[in-house]
């Protein structure tokens, strides 16, 4: 049929009792393709099903009591100490990581604190320093024009 996918044959749902879109799901490469998926996940989780039942048999059948106990036929045998002390020295190396991110963090934090500070002081003292030259401005513009005025006056009686 002309817009159809290329290897996937389609007929009118009146000839087969399907409708186009049951005919893709059951016919072409694409479908194939999906029913293998679908059959080895299936497998994996069936397989895991099954080893997961093998072992709990197998320790609930030993006659050991706790599921923490070695047997001494055991042949899922006691990590050896080397093991447990590489995991211990990685979760003291992880315990000190933490740490070292924690006071960087911290002092990162401070030193923005303090520079915020000094940027708060930097501009309140610009600030006090401003106020103070427009009000010496001021005086100095005001002095200025009482000179002036006074002059003016002094000039104006001696015409």
């Given at each position: ?5 290329q ?11 399907f ?18 998926r ?21 320790r609930?059948?030993?006659?050991v ?21 590489a995991t ?21 934090t ?7 500070a000094k ?32 002059k ?5 009686e001696?015409?």
């Amino acid at each position: 049929m002309p817009g159809s996918p290329q290897g996937v044959r389609t007929t009118p749902a009146g000839s087969s009792g399907f409708g186009t879109s049951d005919n893709d799901r059951l016919t072409g490469p694409q479908g194939r393709e999906v029913t293998m998926r679908k059959l080895l996940i299936g497998l994996l989780i069936l397989g895991g099903v099954i080893a997961a039942i093998t072992v709990i048999k197998r320790r609930s059948s030993s006659g050991v009591d706790e599921w923490d106990s070695f047997g001494a036929d055991d042949p899922y045998g006691q990590a050896s100490k080397a093991t447990m002390r590489a995991t211990d020295a990685a979760k003291d190396a992880a315990a000190k990581a933490t740490d070292a991110a924690k006071d960087a963090a911290t002092t990162a934090t401070k030193a923005v604190k303090n520079a915020a500070a000094k940027a708060t002081d930097a501009a309140k003292d610009a600030a006090t320093t401003s106020t103070k030259a427009a009000k010496d401005a001021a005086v100095k513009a005001t002095d200025a024009a009482k000179d002036a005025a006074t002059k003016a006056n002094e000039a104006a009686e001696d015409a």
